[in-house]
């Protein structure tokens, strides 16, 4: 690869981003391991909607699943900029790699370390040694972007909670072994009324319907979760009672670092793509990379990406200092999703005919880029989160 390609699709990290040893040392080890062992296969998880077991294995081996966890569970403690980066990397070569890590980390461990208590010390240090995944069920057939419409129930019945109702479109549900669903448990009073809960996979009267087909992300799994009368121990309860809208709203805000972090990997990764296939294509007598139309496209591309950077590290960063992190998390998400659609639509572009066949990976980099623009809130909901707040402070 020559200087230029380098320049563009490798930046000087260390330099533009101040990133710590242990930073620059997880970037490397996740690069060569997303080059090595998921870019082979992510055409073929993708053709034939297949969830990768051995690639998850392998990046438990790795430690992944870990990262911004403390070593008291299991984890490396590395923050949360490290797992960032990581997921970034791993989205560089496939979105559904990295959409599986995302899932599990940020929403089906995450709000268990920090909110389980005693279910902390039961359930994190087995999902962190990837004893099984963890999945997070919010989204209802009824209740999408409007979470605080909750339909599914949890009625106290003894020493145990009874739950009733659904889940759709929840991410890793086939494999996890653990879920956290939210229920109201008073009905009447919004979202005071929401409670959230862990629901082992063993529980009597919970079971598993069979996710739709995608347009993206086929190398993730999803699936519905069915709650028929399923009975949870009393003490499975996350956080106090009536306080589960908050708990999802917290949990929301850290997944948006991820979703940006996913949603930049596959941005460079188009990049890199479209890069590559400019210079080496001729048109005209020159390469197309020196044709001013598509020159200015990689010019733009590369500017996005580099501005998405800033905004996924920071949020980042502030949620590591244990700084108020909720509206940067939201842009970030914001800019960096809508910038991967940007970054895959032009890279097509730039491939012509091929960016429209399977032969290359940018149509699959862009199928997998809508995803970004719908998960943990819609771009419309991140903008009534950061419209409000620019407001407040007037």
């Not at 077991?53 to 900029?81: A, N, Q, R, Y």
């Not at 899932?103 to 099984?132: C, F, Q």
């Not at 997998?368 to 819609?378: F, Q, R």
Request: charged content about 25%; proline content about 3%; some cysteine.
């Amino acid at each position: 690869m020559t200087a230029i390609s380098t320049k563009f699709a490798l930046p000087d990290i260390k330099h533009s981003f101040d990133l710590t040893e242990d930073q620059l040392m997880i970037q490397e080890m996740v690069r060569d391991f997303a080059k090595s062992e998921v870019e082979p296969i992510a055409a073929e998880i993708d053709e034939n909607h297949r969830f990768p077991t051995e690639t998850w294995e392998k990046m438990v081996e790795l430690g992944l699943t870990g990262i911004p966890f403390s070593e008291e569970v299991g984890g490396s403690d590395s923050g949360t900029l490290a797992y960032t980066i990581a997921v970034e990397e791993i989205s560089r070569v496939c979105g559904s790699t990295g959409l599986t890590l995302a899932a599990n980390t940020s929403l089906g461990t995450y709000p268990i370390y920090a909110w389980g208590d005693h279910l902390r010390d039961m359930y994190v240090p087995k999902l962190v040694a990837g004893e099984y995944m963890g999945a997070y069920g919010l989204t209802e057939p009824n209740a999408g972007s409007d979470a605080g419409g909750t339909q599914t129930t949890a009625v106290l019945d003894g020493d145990e909670w009874v739950i009733n109702g659904r889940k759709c479109f929840c991410t890793n549900a086939n494999y996890a072994g653990t879920y956290i669903v939210t229920a109201v448990t008073e009905k009447g009073i919004g979202a005071r009324g929401i409670s959230a809960f862990v629901v082992p996979r063993d529980t009597p009267g919970f079971s598993l319907e069979k996710g739709e087909k995608k347009l993206g992300m086929r190398g993730s799994d999803w699936a519905s979760l069915v709650f028929e009368d399923a009975r949870i121990p009393k003490d499975h309860l996350l956080g106090p009672e009536g306080e589960g809208f908050k708990t999802f709203m917290k949990t929301l805000e850290g997944g948006r670092i991820s979703i940006g972090a996913l949603s930049l990997g596959i941005a460079q990764g188009a990049f890199d793509c479209a890069l590559r296939y400019a210079r080496d294509r001729e048109a005209f007598g020159k390469p197309l990379a020196k044709q001013q139309a598509v020159g200015f496209k990689l010019a733009n591309m590369a500017t996005e990406i580099e501005a998405a950077r800033h905004m996924v590290y920071h949020a980042a960063r502030l949620k590591d200092d244990g700084q108020d992190y909720g509206v940067r998390a939201a842009m970030a998400k914001l800019y960096a999703s809508e910038v991967a659609m940007r970054v895959t639509y032009d890279a097509i572009q730039i491939y012509g005919g091929y960016g429209y066949s399977r032969e290359y990976p940018v149509e699959r980099m862009w199928r997998d880029a809508k995803l970004c623009v719908i998960g943990e809130g819609t771009s419309e909901v991140q903008r009534i989160i950061i419209s409000r707040d620019v407001v407040g402070r007037i």
